[in-house]
């Protein structure tokens, strides 16, 4: 009975963070938000595309996906990162960063089995 209380307890505990972004043609899609960091006073998003469906998730390419926070007419909006270096020091930090997540999830997870 205990495995079953956690196993309810990881499904509560993982609710994504799903939003509908709009790119520049005004093609909506919907994208998981796994993290945000702070870096030189300026925010930065990490998603990866989002799907309902588990199976279509796991066939897809999916790529991580970047972007920084900027304000519009006092309005903050999301935007495409244009610098290659600026983009791919960010991105590694968030692929370190989930990596080091992950890590630490499975460590815990297996724990847990032991």
Same mark, same amino acid.
């Given at each position: $009975?205990?495995? /079953?209380?956690?196993? +309810? ?9 799903? *939003?509908? *972004? &709009?790119?520049? !043609?005004?093609?909506? =899609? !919907?994208?998981? @938000?796994?993290?945000?960091?702070? &870096?030189?006073? =300026?925010?930065?998003?990490?998603? %990866?595309?989002?799907? !309902? #469906?588990?199976?279509?998730? @796991?066939?897809?390419?999916?790529? *991580? &996906?970047? %972007? /920084? ?6 309005? !903050? $909006? @999301?935007?495409?990162? +244009?610098?290659?270096?600026?983009? #791919?020091?960010?991105?590694? $930090?968030? @692929?370190?960063? %989930? ?13 847990? %089995? =032991?």
């Amino acid at each position: $009975m205990s495995d /079953k209380n956690n196993n +309810d307890e990881l499904e509560m505990d993982y609710s994504p963070d799903i *939003l509908t *972004l &709009v790119d520049e !043609e005004g093609v909506e =899609q !919907e994208f998981e @938000l796994l993290d945000v960091i702070e &870096v030189d006073d =300026q925010r930065y998003f990490a998603f %990866l595309p989002y799907y !309902e #469906d588990a199976q279509k998730a @796991l066939e897809s390419d999916a790529e *991580l &996906v970047v %972007l /920084k926070s900027e304000m519009v007419d006092g309005e !903050e $909006m @999301l935007a495409s990162i +244009d610098d290659d270096d600026e983009y #791919d020091r960010i991105g590694n $930090m968030f @692929l370190e960063k %989930l990596a080091d997540m992950f890590e630490e999830d499975f460590e815990e997870f297996s724990g847990e %089995l =032991q």
